[in-house]
């Protein structure tokens, strides 16, 4: 076995083992109530506590599906994303680590909801009728953000280009973020622009020209 997976198999026992202790720990119990407290219960406390096992059964794997995707995100930024020329993949790891929290946890909270009696039908459908609105609301903040990837993918300039700006202002490339970026005038003025505005402009790059020269 490699070097690479060695470090991710450890990370990946390190961040799983208290949530797969607990998770075993509470297999056994269920098995120990099966046997030994059912028969000597009533139907209706049953039913009762049945909701609650599903929902700690539910709650425990949640976790160690989360635990395991956090431990191959910062192997992943530890071997990979630090030795890389690009830093797209450094901006877009926390971003995934967020994504993959509010899925999974969303989803196990639809799971559990039907166990209380919860009409998970109608929630669904507010759901996607509260998203659109929001999608709705937030266009130009959603389209600034793709263009952002686009930018860091395409690479048009990196952090430290000499560019000219399509407001024809020549600039420094400071930063590249997901919504905006920021640049450095030749008055040592900060400049920060949509992306959405640079995905759709003319952009001169000095660096890349000088670059190709040589």
């Known amino acids: 076995m490699s070097n690479a997976s060695k470090n991710i198999s450890w990370e990946v026992i390190k961040k799983a083992f208290l949530p797969l202790v607990i998770l075993l720990s509470f297999i056994w119990g269920y098995f120990y109530y099966k046997i030994n407290i059912i028969p000597w219960i009533s139907q209706e406390l049953h039913k009762d506590l049945k909701k609650y096992i599903a929902t700690i059964f539910i709650i425990s794997i949640s976790l160690i599906i989360h635990r395991i995707l956090a431990a191959v995100l910062a192997w992943y930024h530890g071997n990979i994303a630090s030795k890389t020329v690009t830093k797209l993949d450094d901006k877009l790891i926390p971003i995934a680590r967020r994504t993959f929290s509010i899925i999974i946890w969303s989803v196990a909270f639809i799971?559990?909801?039907?166990?209380?009696?919860?009409?998970?039908?109608?929630?669904?459908?507010?759901?996607?009728?509260?998203?659109?609105?929001i999608a709705l609301a937030a266009q130009d903040t959603i389209a600034n953000i793709i263009s952002g990837f686009m930018i860091m993918i395409d690479s048009p300039f990196r952090i430290g280009d000499k560019i000219k700006l399509p407001s024809g202002e020549v600039v420094k490339v400071l930063n590249i973020s997901v919504r905006r970026s920021e640049f450095l005038s030749e008055d040592k003025a900060i400049i920060i622009v949509p992306n959405l505005d640079l995905s759709k402009s003319k952009i001169v790059n000095y660096t890349y020209g000088e670059e190709r020269a040589r």
């Open 111 to 133: 799971v559990i909801l039907p166990f209380y009696g919860v009409n998970i039908s109608a929630l669904v459908a507010a759901l996607g009728v509260g998203s659109l609105a």
